[in-house]
């Protein structure tokens, strides 16, 4: 069975910016069409479902840009505690829900690359082994 929606640049452009969380409004404008033809839009599922989609991808992208910066900080960072890293591990997981994270490779990496990571490298004082 053919779909009876046509994709267009401008649907693909609504669609994308929907998916950034943008309003219908600026969707529209985006677009080059009216709200209107937006709400009709959202109401056909290969189009709706294609935000949704979207929507997605966009999410693991923000979130593993978070991540990035998450632990650049950590790498930047002269003297961590072990609860301040803890936390920070803790943050990274929350941020990647959906993605898989092995937390004890990612504390590993980390202090590999700063020596004074949670205190300081392998059997310096607050090191974890």
Do not use: C, H
Not at 78 to 100: R, V
Request: charged share 30%.
């Amino acid at each position: 069975m053919m779909s009876a929606f046509k994709w267009s640049e401008s649907a693909t452009a609504a669609a994308i910016a929907l998916a950034n969380g943008e309003t219908q409004r600026e969707a529209a404008d985006k677009a080059g069409v009216t709200e209107r033809t937006i709400r009709r839009w959202l109401q056909v599922a290969e189009f709706s479902e294609e935000v949704d989609r979207l929507t997605l991808m966009t999410g693991i992208a923000a979130k593993a840009e978070r991540l990035r910066i998450a632990k650049r900080m950590v790498r930047q960072i002269q003297f961590w505690t072990q609860k301040d890293l803890l936390d920070w591990l803790k943050y990274a997981q929350s941020e990647t829900d959906g993605i898989k994270l092995d937390l004890a490779q990612l504390a590993a990496a980390l202090s590999d690359d700063d020596a004074s990571v949670a205190g300081g490298g392998p059997g310096r004082p607050g090191a974890t082994e």
